[in-house]
């Protein structure tokens, strides 16, 4: 009994005390390290795309995690190598300051099978067969037949019987999609 009513005034005590941490915040003071800020995405992604100038790589997306866990998405029109990969992480961090604020720090590439953040990665793959699911819920699968800043159009198979014939013949439709209507796409892997 007594262990359970200790471990509550435990609790409590905590709770008094991140409290007390948070209102010295508000005046002023300084919070423990367990309330540092998580470093600033927009800081990252400037590091990112001020390195990657100087390379046929773009960046996709920066993430930052609890625990100030940096993810760095980059990716490239033919493909992404290790050196690229080692060379922005070495840059961002010389530019970030371990002392000022912890952190972990992950660089790689777009995975072949992950969707497409970014319109740069829908026009490279303009040709390839991809799978693309609305916002609305509509799957559907085909080749991307071109991309631009308003959106994609993809070429459908479709099974359709034409009057007076007995057998349905395959058609290919083009249809046409805004990226805003446009859940995720990404590539079809097929092995043959």
Known sequence: MFAKYNFLFCKIIDFLYICS???????????PFFFKGMIDREIVAHLAEEQLAFSDC????????????????IDHDKAVGIDNCVALSRYIEERLDRDVEDYALEVGSSGIG??????????????????VLLNN?????????SADDAGISIALSVQ???EGKKRKETIREVHS?????IKYAKNIIRFT
């Open 114 to 131: 992950t969707p497409f953040k970014i319109v740069r990665q829908y026009r490279k793959n303009v040709g390839n067969e991809v799978e």
């Open 160 to 162: 359709v019987k034409p």
């Open 137 to 145: 819920g509509m799957k559907m699968s085909g080749v991307l037949q």
């Open 58 to 73: 773009y960046l996709v997306d920066v993430t930052i995690k609890p625990g100030n866990l940096i993810e760095v998405e």
């Open 21 to 31: 941490r948070l209102k010295d915040e508000e005046e002023g003071e300084t919070s």
């Open 177 to 181: 999609y805004p990226y805003e209507n």
